[in-house]
């Protein structure tokens, strides 16, 4: 099995990292786990600068930005499952994570369906990665689960846009300094859990 996990976490070692490596442990106690772990404030991955080139309207060009986006894509199409993981920023995703998902749009492949006019009527989306799993890690500084409706939400949303398979959640709660998560076994369990399912 092969994992590509992206950290939207700005702090190496934090809770969303703490957690992300115990869905990974989970893979592994079960099966033999090929990793590769990007960290999104520290790859070189430029920010989308919506020119549109990838998008049908354009040709569904490549995109013009020179980074390691088109590497990451690439090895992506490869993958088994991948782990999207974020701290809750101003009740959604941080900026590195919000920017990575636009950056993977390259991969929607969407088609346009015009009528006999030529006006766009609607759209057809069949993603290159649609079928692949994907687990969810988020954590927050605030107590409240409320706080990270929004961001619960987008994730959700880009993952069903992706036609990905949803195979898991982790979701922590008041981690108001780094790497708190580890004081917290029930967290650390469910994660390890998501992980021995993907494993199985």
């Known amino acids: ?50 020119c549109g080139l990838c998008s049908p309207l354009m040709g569904s060009k490549d995109c013009p930005i020179d980074d ?50 030529g006006k766009i009527i609607g759209g057809k989306s069949t993603p290159l990665i649609r079928g692949k799993k994907a687990v969810m890690v988020v954590s927050q500084g605030d107590f409240s689960p409320s706080a990270s409706a929004l961001l619960l939400r987008v994730l959700d949303s880009n993952i069903k846009d992706f036609q990905l398979k949803k195979a898991g959640e982790v979701f922590s709660t008041g981690n108001l300094e780094k790497a708190q998560v580890k004081d917290k076994e029930q967290d650390l369990s469910l994660a390890f859990s998501i992980g021995q399912q993907l494993g199985a």
């Open 68 to 117: 390691d986006m088109p590497g990451i894509l690439k090895r992506m199409l490869e993958a088994d499952v991948f782990i999207f993981g974020t701290p809750n920023h101003v009740h959604t995703m941080t900026s590195a994570m919000t920017n990575f998902w636009a950056r993977l749009q390259p991969l929607g492949k969407m088609e346009i369906i015009k009528d006999d006019s």
């Open 1 to 50: 099995m092969k994992i590509m996990a992206f950290v939207g976490s700005p702090r190496k070692g934090s809770n969303v990292d703490t957690l992300m490596d115990k869905v990974i442990e989970g893979a592994q106690s079960k099966t033999d786990v090929e990793v590769e772990k990007i960290y999104l404030y520290t790859a070189n991955i430029k920010n989308c600068n919506a």
